[in-house]
């Protein structure tokens, strides 16, 4: 079956612009996470869906980030007024549901801020 | 604070030989996982490991798992080159999926012919 899809698979913007990233997981899959890989920082978890709620956003390296759920399916991760240090890759995962379940990674969105 | 530490950061080695990858975390947590990830690629899941003891074998690859030791092992058998990638371990502490996993830095392996 199909995994976790991401788009875009690419990304550039300039420092000051907003970017959207979305993600669709596998289907039947009731969490789903967001995290960030980088070279400074390694992996990184931000923030965690169980349908479409997150119940804790503190992961979020800022308030210039949001991430919302809807239908408990895609995703979208917001960033405003992007800075030079949000240049990333953003992967989302999903599992059948929270706790000891396999998460599935998506192939990330690669987000370079000029 | 997590804190998941994984040696060596950087391993190259001989095709044949064996390796063992160590995972060590400072909370308690019964729930450890291994993924690979390819040069440019996303994270393939090798290993869930959900208890102590548990142990878990692949190919020429073998997971364990002491959670007394807060230690998790990742073994290589006679190395071939398909191997060669980053291996990371990561930790889920409280379960529920609400931290999401805590990763270490990642194991970068070069399996030379």
């Known amino acids: 079956g199909a995994g976790v899809s991401q788009s875009p698979s690419n990304k550039v913007t300039e420092k000051g612009k907003d970017v959207e990233l979305r993600c669709d997981p596998i289907s039947g899959h009731t969490a789903l996470y967001w995290y960030r890989q980088s070279l400074g920082q390694g992996l990184e978890f931000l923030i965690y869906f169980q349908g479409n709620s997150a119940p804790d956003k503190s992961g979020l390296p800022s308030d210039r980030f949001s991430a919302e759920r809807t239908g408990g399916s895609v995703s979208t991760l917001t960033i405003q007024r992007t800075q030079q240090e949000d240049s990333a890759v953003y992967l989302c995962?999903?599992?059948?549901?929270?706790?000891?379940?396999?998460?599935?990674f998506g192939p990330g969105t690669r987000l370079t801020v000029t | 604070e997590l804190k998941v530490e994984q040696n060596p950061l950087f391993l190259s080695m001989q095709e044949g030989k064996n390796y063992t990858i160590y995972c060590n975390y400072s909370t308690t947590s019964d729930r450890l996982y291994w993924y690979r990830q390819d040069p440019g690629k996303s994270l393939e899941s090798l290993f869930v490991?959900?208890?102590?003891?548990a142990v878990k074998q692949e190919g020429r690859l073998m997971a364990s798992l002491d959670t007394k030791a807060r230690l998790s092992t990742l073994h290589i058998t006679a190395a071939v080159h398909d191997l060669s990638a980053t291996y990371f371990c990561?930790?889920?502490?409280?379960?529920?999926?609400?931290?999401?996993?805590?990763f270490g830095k990642g194991t970068h392996l070069i399996i030379q012919p």
């Open positions: 990561a930790v889920d502490v409280r379960g529920g999926g609400a931290d999401g996993l805590t």
């Open positions: 490991l959900l208890s102590n003891g």
């Open positions: 995962a999903s599992s059948l549901a929270g706790g000891a379940y396999e998460q599935y």
